[in-house]
């Protein structure tokens, strides 16, 4: 820390943005690469090219840094990818974001750092998840009422057998397999259940 | 015991064995407690009142020595709790295993370091995992030939259900969760598929 007061940031404002989206693109890539406890600011920075001091000028600690970047990822693919007319448009949309190896690894790091940093998963369930589930738990419900599930299905319970099986093919199923496969795997589950489709 | 019944001690075949679960066992605690990547050779001998050589000479790296306290650990609750009568006997065995926190948190460190080292969770699948899904496939089956399932569920995708219902209530639901609780989940679960189980 220089100690001297902040200087006036009139012209600099946007070259500030663009070392906020530099910090926070390196340590959403540390993340996924490594994972929370094998990211240190320091490296952010190396990695992001600029000095530690500089990060934590704008983040307090390694934490609130992850969260903010897991934050600004999913403002990113927002509103308007999360409501889907029906069951198809859900498991396509998942089928094409559980097969990007990218965004698999990202989520097993979120849910692998649980025990040391739970406000990585809760971020990006505050972020992203919380309005996900919500937009499944239309689509299900709109299933169910135009008869494609059965009547007596407790579609809380369905949705979390959902997750549930996001989080299996994310542990039981390698990074390559294509959109189709993934969408095979869930329609396969959905069969389970009773549910009507093709 | 004693020991005054045990023949005097040769040399040192004994003390080998029991240093041997010494550091077993605190690599296990470790692994629990911070995860793969934060458990290091160094502090499992520390914890095992041993020396990092005393360590080395019995286990060449951090990995393998993680790989055999996951084997230890599961050779022991063995082949007598790997066969339920009926669904409702594995039900009760799942709700005591997942109700105990320390077993959830070994659960979670697996899933959460498959990126890094993949070696654990095969070790656990190898030495436990495998195991118990055979249980469970005879289980399923049973229960579908005594009409608690219908005919037509697949058994395979199923169980991928299950396994994927046990991750997402390692994710969401607190340690603290009484047996009876984690049995009631997996209750819900199963009536989805259209099991009559109460």
Redesign the interface.
Same mark, same amino acid.
Not at 111 to 116: F, I, K, L, R, T
Not at 191 to 194: E, H, I, S, T, Y
């Given at each position: 820390m220089t100690g001297t007061a902040h200087p006036p940031r009139l012209p600099g404002r946007p070259r500030s943005q663009e070392v906020d989206v530099a910090i926070l693109g390196a340590a959403l890539d540390l993340l996924i690469e #490594? &994972?929370a406890?094998?990211t240190s600011i320091e490296q952010v920075a190396q990695r992001a090219g600029v000095t530690r001091a500089t990060v934590y000028r704008r983040f307090p600690d390694k934490t609130a840094l992850l969260i903010q970047a897991i934050e600004s990822v999913h403002q990113d693919h927002a509103p308007d990818a999360l409501e889907w007319p029906d069951l198809d448009h859900m498991l396509d949309h998942w089928a094409t974001y559980l097969s990007d190896p990218r965004n698999r !690894?990202m989520l !097993? !790091?979120l849910?692998? =750092?649980?025990? %040391?940093y739970p406000e990585l998963?809760r971020a990006y369930r505050d972020s992203h998840g919380g309005r996900r589930a919500v937009a499944e738990h239309a689509t299900l419900r709109r299933s169910r009422e135009h008869g494609r599930l059965p009547r007596d #299905? %407790?579609l809380n319970?369905?949705q979390?057998?959902l997750? &549930? $099986?996001?989080? @299996? @093919?994310l *542990? $039981?199923y390698a990074d390559t397999e294509g959109a189709d496969s993934v969408r095979g795997?869930f329609l =396969?589950?959905l !069969?389970?259940? *009773?549910c009507r489709i093709s």
């Open positions: #490594r &994972g406890s094998e !690894r !097993r !790091r849910y692998g =750092a649980v025990d %040391d998963l #299905r %407790d319970v369905v979390e057998m997750s &549930g $099986a996001v989080l @299996h @093919h *542990g $039981a795997y =396969a589950i !069969r389970q259940v *009773g």
